[in-house]
């Protein structure tokens, strides 16, 4: 890409990071791009409270006061370096994000049954889905099965 491209698009990058971060309200779920594996999402869910923008989400390797790892931390600090993929509105408010924090304080994070996917999805309509891990199974099981058949000559 031309040198004079570059730069042009890094601002327009910027400016609308920054016009997404202005409009976020309480409750909005917000998916970014995961630190290990790019093509992995990580979710959490907004708290706008007098002393900042927070960010409530499971990470496995945070734990909170009850040894879980639902934790609330500064947005910025969670959004930083990292590519903002979606927001999502929801109805949820910041009582029902603190009702909701304690009621799962203590649960640990497990990728297959209860990640960061599956909590906004539990906090967005009472559902413990995750469309990721389900579509990521589903390829490896798919992967391994073409490579038996391969090995075995069968395709």
């Not at 990580?42 to 900042?52: C, R």
């Not at 949820?92 to 304690?102: G, H, P, V």
């Amino acid at each position: 890409m031309p040198k004079n491209y570059s730069g042009s698009l890094d601002k327009i990058r910027i400016e609308n990071r920054e016009h997404i971060i202005s409009q976020l309200k309480t409750g909005d779920l917000v998916k970014i791009k995961s630190e290990i594996l790019p093509i992995i999402y990580h979710y959490g869910i907004i708290d706008i409270t007098p002393e900042g923008i927070f960010i409530l989400h499971n990470h496995p390797d945070k734990l909170n006061s009850k040894g879980g790892n639902i934790v609330r931390e500064q947005f910025e600090k969670w959004v930083k370096r990292k590519d903002i993929v979606s927001v999502e509105s929801t109805t949820l408010n910041t009582q029902q994000i603190d009702e909701l924090e304690k009621a799962l304080k203590d649960y640990k994070y497990d990728f297959i049954n209860f990640n960061c996917e599956h909590f906004v999805n539990f906090a967005k309509n009472k559902s413990y889905a995750s469309p990721q891990v389900i579509r990521w199974t589903s390829i490896v099981a798919i992967s391994l099965l073409v490579y038996y058949l391969i090995r075995n000559k069968k395709i």
